[in-house]
């Protein structure tokens, strides 16, 4: 079974400083060369704002996939608004460069190489980056949207005021679009079928995508995210093998290693909430990405807001936890009950995240 795991053909990594993008983007710098093209940061000349600037080559065009792949993204990623999404500004074809998407420009890494700096998280900053991508894939799923890739890779740890972070869904390539109905409405999905490929990343698929089923649902995603977050608390892979079909058919007639025993420092409530979200039956599993993502909170023993959660009255009594990942930081949290809202006071982030 053909597997596409999201790499381009090699391709020139020409910066083209200076040039001007469909009349209003220029080219700052080069920034990297990701999955269909090639990524810079650009400024609107018009109102100065920094943008990254996906560039997909007119050498890749002839590709049909990475073609639709491009196309994909730009109207999947382009109809969400999350905070917890990265934010889609323009897309077009310039005719000297090729497609082009502009995104947001976002300042941090992904958690790809986080994990390959720290391999693990301490479960407070894993529960808190799981939390708000759920929230993002939830407002994918309401759209219609199944984002088909999710992977530590694809969730970027962008970096804002005060040292705040927050977790957001990168490249909806291969991702998918349904109606109510549930009839696909991308005619590239029927392409991608009819050739028999397998999109998505092996270690990442969900049972029901590594077998090649066509009728893929959000539930694939929350398999995906709780595969990620079962590698951010351990270090290591559910599902490991020798090749990709190896890793895929594990994932299709194995269970994977208890969290617990694989990593017994980790809460036994994270744990319930990530192996429920890898039940090889879906429709045994968390059945949706909000109930997932309040299934973590609870976990987590934090109200579930989006950024901020209202300050604790003066008499509430707090208690403290040390992330093993950043020593000699300690974190003050208020118990849920002890929340309320008063006047004036300053909103405090419902996690703290290492800077480091």
């Not at 700052?28 to 090639?38: T, W, Y």
């Not at 080559?57 to 608004?81: C, D, I, N, V, W």
């Not at 270690?203 to 929350?222: C, I, K, N, T």
């Not at 995906?224 to 299709?252: C, F, H, K, N, W």
């Amino acid at each position: 079974m053909p597997v596409a795991t999201g790499r381009a053909p090699q391709m020139n990594s020409t910066t083209h400083e200076g040039r001007l993008v469909a009349s209003k983007y220029r080219i700052a710098r080069f920034i990297a060369a990701g999955s269909m093209g090639q990524v810079y940061e650009a400024v609107h000349v018009g109102i100065g704002k920094h943008v990254a600037l996906k560039v997909m080559p007119h050498e890749l065009t002839s590709s049909k996939e990475l073609r639709a792949r491009f196309r994909r993204e730009m109207r999947a990623a382009g109809m969400l608004e999350s905070e917890y999404i990265v934010q889609v500004f323009d897309a077009g074809q310039d005719t000297e460069l090729g497609l082009y998407l502009v995104t947001e420009f976002l300042v941090g890494e992904d958690l790809e190489a986080r994990l390959a700096r720290e391999q693990r998280l301490d479960a407070s900053t894993a529960a808190a980056i799981g939390y708000q991508v759920a929230r993002g894939l939830a407002k994918a799923h309401s759209a219609g949207v199944i984002h088909r890739d999710l992977k530590p890779g694809n969730i970027f740890l962008a970096e804002r005021d005060g040292g705040a972070r927050v977790a957001k869904i990168l490249d909806f390539g291969v991702s998918k679009r349904r109606t109510p109905d549930d009839m696909v409405v991308d005619a590239d999905e029927e392409f991608a079928t009819a050739m028999g490929i397998t999109l998505g990343t092996p270690q990442y698929m969900s049972p029901e995508q590594a077998q090649g089923r066509p009728d893929l649902d959000s539930r694939a995603d929350v398999w995906s995210l709780a595969a990620t977050l079962y590698e951010v608390l351990s270090g290591q892979s559910p599902y490991e093998g020798d090749s990709p079909v190896e890793v895929m058919m594990r994932i299709v007639h194995e269970d994977p290693r208890p969290l617990a025993v694989v990593a017994p420092w980790v809460p036994a409530a994270l744990c319930e909430v990530v192996h429920a979200g890898l039940s090889r039956d879906r429709n045994e599993r968390t059945p949706d990405a909000a109930t997932f993502a309040e299934a973590l909170a609870d976990a987590a023993r934090v109200t579930p807001a989006p950024v901020t959660i209202p300050c604790p009255p003066p008499d509430a009594e707090p208690f403290e936890h040390e992330p093993p990942s950043s020593a000699g930081s300690r974190v003050q949290f208020f118990r849920r009950d002890a929340i309320r809202d008063p006047a004036g006071c300053t909103p405090l982030s419902p996690w703290k995240w290492p800077t480091t």
